[in-house]
């Protein structure tokens, strides 16, 4: 009976991507995981949406040091993205 647990319902998980968020930048958005429907084509398309939905995490995604990684291997430059993605976003690293 019923749905299973921890899975909403109707959700298409062919037309969407998921972005995760670590450290600051989840408390800029005030979100750690959020599903994003429909796809956009490239990471770039991802950062403006991501942007114009939530402007303080997007000043943050402009910054430098800001690494992401898509299905758990980070990227450079402005990949295309498909569908059940796993889109993840991380602060720069300090230490040294």
Known sequence: RGRPIGRPPHVDHRRMITVLLFGRLSDLAGWREQAIEPVPLTLSALKDQLARRWPRLGDALA????????DKAVVRGDPRLAAGAEVAFMPPMSGG
């Open 63 to 70: 910054c430098p040091g800001v690494q992401a990684a898509i």
